[in-house]
């Protein structure tokens, strides 16, 4: 398996622009969990789903933020519109009775 | 909900000497406890994890102990490296695959 899959490793778009972060968790993971990372804040958690159904999203910061699992095998973060104090790495987890791993990161960048 | 507190928030030690960093939780119902090492530029990463029927776990170098009654959890690492430099999270949660809640990190530098 190819572990948690994030794309695009790196984006930098302009405030004010629409941005989708994706993610592919591992074949058979029943959750997956969107993670925002800076240096001020830490590790925080945006929202989780529990096979494909959002459980949790107390943690998305506001309206511009939104998350969808359409199918087990994707889910999107999308920012729309986008601003500096965005920037931040974006991590994608899935897990299992035996565990989570997570992805690779998306660093945003927001001018 | 679940509230995870890590201390220390940094931990400077000299290569060879042992490291410890302590979490404590809030929910007694949590019963799962992973630790992720997060390097440099990298995602983080499980490195030992111990459910709440036991108190102790140990794999090489690195040992977690765990006290229900107290709701705290520690990570021992003995004989540090230079390679263990990384920040470490904690994590509770009720049951696998449920939300994480993470320590807010600490970050160990290990001293040649």
């Known amino acids: 398996d190819a572990g948690v899959i994030q794309s695009p490793r790196h984006e930098v778009t302009e405030m004010g622009q629409e941005v989708t972060l994706r993610c592919k968790p591992i074949s058979g993971h029943n959750s997956l969990f969107w993670y925002r990372q ?17 459980i949790d999203d107390s943690g998305m910061p506001e309206d511009r933020f939104s998350a969808k699992m359409p199918n087990a095998s994707f889910s ?20 299992n009775s035996l565990g989570g791993t997570f992805g690779s990161g998306t660093r945003l960048t927001v001018v | 909900g679940e509230n995870v ?7 400077s030690v000299q290569e060879g000497d042992s490291a410890v960093i302590k979490c ?21 990463q499980l490195i030992i994890d111990i459910r709440s029927n036991v108190g102790e776990k140990k794999d090489q170098r690195i040992a977690v102990t765990l006290n ?26 009720i049951s696998y695959g449920q939300n994480f809640v993470f320590g807010p990190g600490t970050r160990l530098s290990v001293l040649p």
């Not at chain 1, 999107?76 to 897990?95: G, H, N």
């Not at chain 2, 507190?5 to 931990?11: G, K, V």
């Not at chain 2, 007694?28 to 983080?44: D, H, I, M, T, V």
Request: glycine letters at 2%.
């Open chain 1, 38 to 54: 800076t240096m001020m804040r830490g590790l925080e958690l945006l929202i989780y789903f529990n096979n494909n159904v959002p």
């Open chain 1, 76 to 95: 999107t973060l999308k920012i729309q519109p986008s601003e500096p104090r965005d920037s931040a790495v974006y991590f994608c987890a899935s897990s």
């Open chain 2, 5 to 11: 507190e890590q201390h220390p928030s940094t931990l």
């Open chain 2, 24 to 44: 404590t939780y809030s929910d007694s119902a949590s019963n799962y406890f992973p630790w992720y090492k997060q390097e440099l530029g990298k995602r983080p």
């Open chain 2, 68 to 93: 229900k009654t107290a709701k705290h959890f520690s990570l021992h690492i003995t004989e540090t490296q230079p390679e263990d430099s990384a920040v470490y999270f904690c994590a509770a949660s």
